[in-house]
């Protein structure tokens, strides 16, 4: 093994233990102390951040991209906000779930305990390293993290503010440890650290997640691609889909829970296309549509069948003509990736329909798809927004990074 990675591995667990021990006053505190240094120290990390961008400026990343990448004032506020609603959280840890007493006398109780060492590889998105921190240390565990290299700046510059805190308050710095490597290698036998890595949370593209799910000896909690739909239903509201579309699709573009497709009923398609394009094209948003689309609208370019199952993280959205709701449930559920869909209809009937038939980790009437969010859904933050169906699904709070364990208290008995 890697003699770096081995060194934050055995770190990693001295810390963990360490940190599974704290009580939830302590842990506050240090959240507390956490977010008021990143507020106090906003310009070396908008300094760093800084760097990052202007590095990838000059790769040519797309504008999308960077917007995911950058830091401001109110990112890193929210980064700090973020760290003191975890302060108001109820500690999952030590809740015990359930509790039964057997017939021979034996009392049994399950409870909440932290994973571990969480290992988190991700892309772009520095904001995730105070989050991930947050959110792992407010659950006990330790945390090692190996972010995208285009971020390695700010990344670098947030840890070890991190750290410094930690320090200062007499507790295990390595509960936070950041794989600064860039070496691809170096990635894959932390994917295979099973002796040290309890599980492993990959956050960003198609291909890093597919690279780590093929990869990993360590257990995965797969964090999916978003390629979101919304239905407009034919009984519609116009003008809340309108709205609700502009928002999914524009407010930020470069991320998953972005709307990527459009279906809409044939019945209505004339009227909603153009209502819906008009917003869309102020923000310079390329539509694509099959042929009855077309005809709707003809300043939509022909979408092709790999349009149907992209995530563009660009200004593209793919319109895709149903016959009826079956249709639009069928197509969404062969080409969407399992993360948000959303229909807006007046039918309650075909609301609940939607509901009960669509395969994804969230579903939406009448809503944008960008709610689906760990602020959003009121856990303060989030470590993922999982959309796979073991473990945890959707949106990633503290009681998800939590396992259980069985507590069982005797008189003497045993096992005739």
Partial sequence: MNEMLQRLGEAAKAAASETAKLGVSEKNACLGAVAAALLRNEGSILSANAEDVKEAREKGMKESLIDRLMLTKERIAGMAEGLVKLTA??????????AWKRPNGLEIGQKRVPLGVVGIIYESRPNVTADAFGLCFKAGNA???????????????????????????GLDKYCVQLIESSDREVTKEFMRMNGYVDVLIP????????????????????????????????????EMASDIIFNAKTQRLGVCNACESLVIHENI????????????????????????????LPSAVPATEEDWSTEY???????????????????????????SEAIITSNYDHARKFLDEIDAAAVYVNAST?????????????????????????????????????????????RP
Avoid: W
């Fill in 89 to 98: 959280l109820e500690d999952p840890v030590g809740e015990v779930i359930h």
């Fill in 313 to 339: 993280l660009d200004a593209i959205i793919s319109v895709k003509t149903v016959k009826n709701i079956d249709e639009a449930i069928a197509h969404i559920n062969r080409y969407n990736t399992k993360h």
């Fill in 370 to 414: 960008r709610f689906t969010d760990g602020f959003e859904f009121g856990f303060g933050a989030e470590i993922g927004i999982s959309t796979q169906k073991l473990h945890a699904r959707g949106p990633m709070g503290l009681k998800a990074l939590t396992t259980t364990k069985y507590v069982i208290y005797g008189s003497g008995q045993v």
């Fill in 269 to 296: 398609i004339d009227r909603a296309l153009p209502s819906i394009a008009e917003k869309l094209y102020t923000k310079h948003v390329e539509i694509r549509g099959d042929e009855r689309a077309l005809q709707a």
């Fill in 203 to 238: 956050r960003g593209g198609a291909g890093l997640i597919r690279t780590v799910v093929q990869n990993s000896t360590v257990p995965v909690i797969e964090t999916g691609t978003g390629n979101c739909h919304i239905y407009v239903d034919d009984c519609a509201d116009i």
């Fill in 143 to 169: 945390v090692i993290l190996k972010g995208g290299s285009d971020a390695l700046h700010s990344n670098k510059a947030i840890v070890a503010l991190i750290q410094e805190v930690l320090e200062n308050m």
